[in-house]
């Protein structure tokens, strides 16, 4: 019998084999481990050093203090990825992770095991419990160092759990309020995609807003040309659903799509224009139908001049100039012709008026989740 025969269930060969990887993000810093093995318990023996107050001048040069380091919201971003030999990765699990409670610590020390949940359908199903450490530098060998009351710091996280239900909980109750208006307004509007929820990696259902931000590539990319050409780099994957029927839309966050380096069309399209409004674009996500009315996302942008209008094809880079056609036309004015293939995209009055619904959901939820209003940070 062969080496790999002899191996026992949970076993690890060193050879051609598939491996698990871990991808974190925090407050625009991302690290990966080191390939480790699949086994029933993966060795993950791995520390990053996440920077929490940045480095200035003055009065940002001075080391933050427990209160100031609570008002800190951002959590940890873990995913977990397996990669086959053959290079094709599977997101298995993303998870966010509170790390405020080391602030709680004399020592500035944390232990804690978290529970990963998978992510789609098995979004409710443990995959992996993951020990971590936190340890706050340079909160041990500073006398200055003063931790925080445990009932302080769980007061904190009780006010930002309770506000975040009741942002949802109004948004929730204005959409529902916009859509019975909508429907009011004419009998085919029944029939339009308009996206106002959306499910992410983890079964969560949110706005479509809070899926889209504006990502400033730096030298990364030279222009939105080079930004279209990079997303179309990424693969393309589609969920099948167990059991056959109808497929599950998911839009993962920007974080597990580049850690696992290939998603759906929806997370394509989420990510480009991310990268156009860096760009200073007027970019927005634009839901439709494509040939045989089967639904399509691709992203719209907005020139200095009101009928200026382009589309770009997330998966394949190209683009689009759309041209508007006038319904109230009579049939003697001759309407323009558009270029673009009518497999890929339907007519553009009805994707005119479907843009102006998504973009004014968009634009007045941001205003019901609390945030500032940035007419060009929409979906």
């Given at each position: ?8 269930p949970?076993?690890v060969?060193h050879?051609r084999?598939p491996?698990f990887?871990?991808f974190l993000?925090f407050?625009?810093?991302r ?5 480790v ?20 001048r003055g009065d940002?040069?001075?080391?933050a203090?427990?209160?100031?380091l ?7 971003h873990?995913?977990l990825?397996r990669?086959?030999?053959h ?5 298995l699990?993303?998870?966010?992770i509170e ?6 610590d ?6 804690k095991s ?8 098995e979004?409710k ?7 971590i450490?936190?340890?706050?530098i340079?909160?041990?060998?500073d006398s200055?160092?003063?931790?925080l ?6 007061a ?8 975040r239900?009741?942002i949802?909980r109004?948004?929730?109750l204005y959409a ?22 959306a499910?992410?990696?983890?079964g969560?259902?949110?706005?479509v807003?809070?899926f889209v ?9 030279d222009?939105p040309?080079?930004?279209?050409r990079?997303?179309?780099?990424l693969?393309?994957q589609?969920s ?9 839309e ?10 696992v380096n290939?998603?759906?069309c929806?997370s ?6 991310s990268l156009?409004l ?5 970019a927005y996500?634009?839901v439709g139908t494509k ?6 996302t691709?992203?719209v ?8 209008v382009?589309f770009?094809?997330?998966?394949s880079?190209q683009?689009y100039?759309h041209?508007?056609v006038?319904?109230e036309?009579p ?6 012709m ?9 007519a553009g009055?009805?994707?005119?008026v479907?843009l102006?619904s998504v973009?004014?959901?968009a ?16 979906a």
């Open positions: 019998m062969s080496e790999k025969e002899n191996l026992l949970g076993s060969h050879g084999q491996h990887q871990l993000h407050r625009r810093q690290f990966r481990s080191n390939p093995p699949c086994a029933c318990e993966p060795d993950f023996r791995e520390g990053f050093l996440l920077e929490l107050h940045p480095d200035g940002l040069a001075r080391m203090d427990s209160r100031s609570l008002s800190i919201a951002d959590k940890l873990v995913t990825v990669i086959d030999p290079g094709e990765t599977t997101l699990s993303s998870q966010h790390w405020r409670h080391v602030l709680g004399t020592n500035g020390h944390f232990a978290v529970e990963l949940f998978g992510v789609g359908e979004s199903v443990i995959v992996g419990v993951l020990d450490r936190l340890d706050l340079p909160a041990g060998q200055s160092w003063i931790p009351a445990g009932d302080v710091l769980e904190q996280l009780d006010l930002e759990r309770s506000r239900a009741e949802e109004r948004f929730l529902k309020h916009y859509w019975r208006e909508f429907l009011q307004m004419r009998d085919e509007h029944k029939d339009r995609l308009v996206k106002i929820f499910q992410d990696e983890k969560v259902h949110r706005c807003c809070s931000c504006p990502l400033k590539a730096g030298r990364l990319l222009s040309q080079h930004a279209a990079f997303v179309t780099a693969g393309l589609r099948q659903p167990v059991g056959g029927g109808v497929r599950a998911i839009w993962s966050s920007l974080f597990a799509f580049l850690a290939q998603g759906e929806e394509h399209a989420v990510l480009l224009c156009l860096g760009f200073g674009l007027d996500v634009c040939g045989r009315g089967t639904s399509h691709w992203v942008t907005l020139g200095a001049a009101p009928e200026t382009t770009w094809e997330p998966t880079g683009r100039i041209q508007r006038n319904p036309d049939p003697s004015v001759t309407q323009p558009n270029k673009y293939p009518r497999s890929v995209l339907a009055h009805c994707r005119s479907q102006r973009r004014r959901v634009m007045e939820g941001h205003v019901g989740r609390g945030d500032q209003v940035d007419q060009r940070s929409v």
